[in-house]
């Protein structure tokens, strides 16, 4: 049940929008003036609906004061004017007085349902910055703090349209994502859309009509509108993974949204794996679209570069995963450590993300190890069988127990995992594993 705050000075009216609110579930605080509403805590309503004349202190004064809880403002004098400042306040919306119960019923479940939204526009926000923290972009790496300024400074699309639109190009892993994330939420659209495109993902004949939806496709006007992923991201920003998946006359209507249509008001970011120059001249890329980009292309450096970065990003992500899955603290071993920097890290951050992760589940003493890692001391890959880099970390204890039991006793198995001969038995009984 929605809980309701009526701020209005007639009583007559206040007594009669009161039942009418409460005959169709609300829970409703009826006050006469905004010094009244403020006795009764504001913030804890899931809408305040407020007469905009009122004695002492306007109704559009409960703005500011319950922000973010939303407010309807009602007004007798129906003008242009009035409904125009109380929105430029902040009210969420207005109704003009007389009105009858059914448009009254229509605005307070509108802007309820618009409130609700919000909220989960937030909680799906702060959802994705436990996914893609920030924090995970802390570098001391030269070419990567380039690249943060250089994001974090971009002209806004609806200004500078052939200046706003960036690519961003690097290894599988290197956290182009992550970067792209943080231009949208640092920049001038972060109370915005943030829409990713992930082409690949998409089957071929569905990723023009994806991206661009019926409005400019190019269909017949006699078609069926769809909306596509442009449209979505109005007022935001566009992530779009290996640009070069579409066709190229589909390019080249993007490139020209990109270079002219005013209505087009979105910041595009562009992931990909090879250069420009190189889509071009595999002709992957139409010319229009390489040019849009061309002015901000930024190479985003893989991990094997930012050799300053490798113990900070370990420590974070073990602090991540300690807190997740432990319940006592633990350390990188100097062994450890040296294995980290030894290695060539053809993964990248994901990759050095998932083997922290993988150790930290596997540790059951104060320190990792190098064999939690999948290491040796000498920052070699343990086991030389690249199918185990892509395996869960479920995944890789069944492969590796089973691969090794036959000529490893349990003791030694548990070493070379560097867990316990009890946390051995206790996830074969888990993993329904029993010794042969």
């Given at each position: 049940?929605?809980?309701?705050?009526?701020?209005?000075?007639?009583?007559?009216?206040?007594?009669?929008?009161?039942?009418?609110?409460?005959?169709?579930?609300?829970?409703?605080?009826?006050?006469?003036?905004?010094?009244?509403?403020?006795?009764?805590?504001?913030?804890?309503?899931?809408?305040?609906?407020?007469?905009?004349?009122?004695?002492?202190?306007?109704?559009?004064?409960?703005?500011?004061?319950?922000?973010?809880?939303?407010?309807?403002?009602?007004?007798?004098?129906?003008?242009?004017?009035?409904?125009?400042?109380?929105?430029?306040?902040?009210?969420?919306?207005?109704?003009?007085?007389?009105?009858?119960?059914?448009?009254?019923?229509?605005?307070?479940?509108?802007?309820?349902?618009?409130?609700?939204?919000?909220?989960?526009?937030?909680?799906?926000?702060?959802?994705?910055?436990?996914?893609?923290?920030?924090?995970?972009?802390?570098?001391?790496?030269?070419?990567?703090?380039?690249?943060?300024?250089?994001?974090?400074?971009?002209?806004?699309?609806?200004?500078?349209?052939?200046?706003?639109?960036?690519?961003?190009?690097?290894?599988?892993?290197?956290?182009?994502?992550?970067?792209?994330?943080?231009?949208?939420?640092?920049?001038?659209?972060?109370?915005?859309?943030?829409?990713?495109?992930?082409?690949?993902?998409?089957p071929t004949g569905e990723r023009d009509s994806l991206l661009l939806g019926g409005r400019w496709s190019g269909k017949p006007m006699d078609a069926a509108p769809r909306a596509g992923l442009v449209q979505s991201a109005q007022g935001g920003t566009l992530?779009?993974?290996?640009?070069?998946?579409?066709?190229?006359?589909?390019?080249?209507?993007?490139?020209?949204?990109?270079?002219?249509?005013?209505?087009?008001?979105?910041?595009?970011?562009?992931?990909?794996?090879?250069?420009?120059?190189?889509?071009?001249?595999?002709?992957?890329?139409?010319?229009?679209?390489?040019?849009?980009f061309a002015s901000h292309e930024l190479s985003v450096p893989p991990l094997r570069s930012r050799a300053e970065d490798l113990e900070s990003l370990a420590r974070h992500y073990l602090k991540l995963f300690v807190q997740r899955y432990r319940q006592h603290?633990?350390?990188?071993?100097?062994?450890?450590?040296?294995?980290?920097?030894?290695?060539?890290?053809?993964?990248?951050?994901?990759?050095?993300?998932?083997?922290?992760?993988?150790?930290?589940?596997?540790?059951?003493?104060?320190?990792?190890?190098?064999?939690?890692?999948?290491?040796?001391?000498?920052?070699?890959?343990?086991?030389?069988?690249?199918?185990?880099?892509?395996?869960?970390?479920?995944?890789?204890?069944?492969?590796?127990?089973?691969?090794?039991?036959?000529?490893?006793?349990?003791?030694?198995?548990?070493?070379?995992?560097?867990?316990?001969?009890?946390?051995?038995?206790?996830?074969?009984?888990?993993?329904?594993?029993?010794?042969?």
């Amino acid at each position: 049940m929605s809980r309701l705050l009526l701020v209005e000075d007639e009583p007559i009216i206040r007594k009669a929008i009161q039942k009418l609110l409460e005959r169709h579930q609300f829970e409703v605080t009826a006050v006469g003036n905004v010094e009244e509403a403020n006795r009764v805590n504001v913030a804890t309503y899931d809408l305040i609906l407020a007469d905009l004349r009122l004695p002492g202190a306007e109704g559009t004064d409960l703005i500011a004061l319950a922000k973010p809880v939303p407010v309807v403002i009602m007004t007798s004098h129906a003008s242009v004017r009035s409904a125009v400042e109380s929105m430029k306040l902040g009210a969420i919306d207005y109704i003009s007085k007389p009105f009858d119960h059914d448009e009254l019923l229509l605005v307070i479940n509108r802007a309820l349902k618009h409130n609700r939204l919000h909220a989960q526009n937030i909680a799906m926000k702060q959802d994705l910055l436990r996914v893609f923290p920030h924090d995970e972009l802390t570098t001391a790496n030269t070419a990567m703090l380039t690249i943060v300024d250089r994001l974090t400074q971009l002209p806004d699309a609806s200004s500078h349209p052939a200046l706003s639109h960036c690519f961003l190009v690097g290894e599988i892993g290197t956290g182009k994502e992550l970067l792209a994330r943080l231009a949208h939420d640092q920049g001038p659209r972060c109370d915005g859309p943030l829409v990713v495109a992930d082409l690949p993902t998409v089957p071929t004949g569905e990723r023009d009509s994806l991206l661009l939806g019926g409005r400019w496709s190019g269909k017949p006007m006699d078609a069926a509108p769809r909306a596509g992923l442009v449209q979505s991201a109005q007022g935001g920003t566009l992530v779009i993974r290996n640009l070069e998946c579409l066709r190229l006359d589909t390019q080249e209507k993007f490139a020209a949204l990109l270079a002219g249509e005013r209505s087009f008001n979105v910041h595009v970011i562009v992931l990909g794996t090879q250069p420009l120059q190189h889509l071009l001249d595999n002709g992957l890329l139409h010319a229009d679209l390489a040019a849009a980009f061309a002015s901000h292309e930024l190479s985003v450096p893989p991990l094997r570069s930012r050799a300053e970065d490798l113990e900070s990003l370990a420590r974070h992500y073990l602090k991540l995963f300690v807190q997740r899955y432990r319940q006592h603290e633990i350390d990188l071993s100097d062994d450890a450590l040296h294995a980290i920097r030894a290695y060539h890290w053809p993964g990248n951050v994901r990759e050095l993300k998932s083997m922290i992760e993988r150790a930290a589940l596997l540790c059951d003493q104060g320190k990792i190890l190098p064999a939690h890692l999948g290491f040796d001391v000498a920052g070699n890959a343990a086991d030389t069988d690249t199918h185990t880099r892509s395996l869960s970390l479920d995944g890789y204890f069944r492969y590796f127990v089973l691969r090794h039991q036959q000529e490893l006793s349990e003791t030694e198995i548990a070493q070379r995992l560097g867990i316990s001969r009890k946390a051995l038995w206790e996830r074969r009984q888990k993993m329904e594993l029993p010794r042969p």
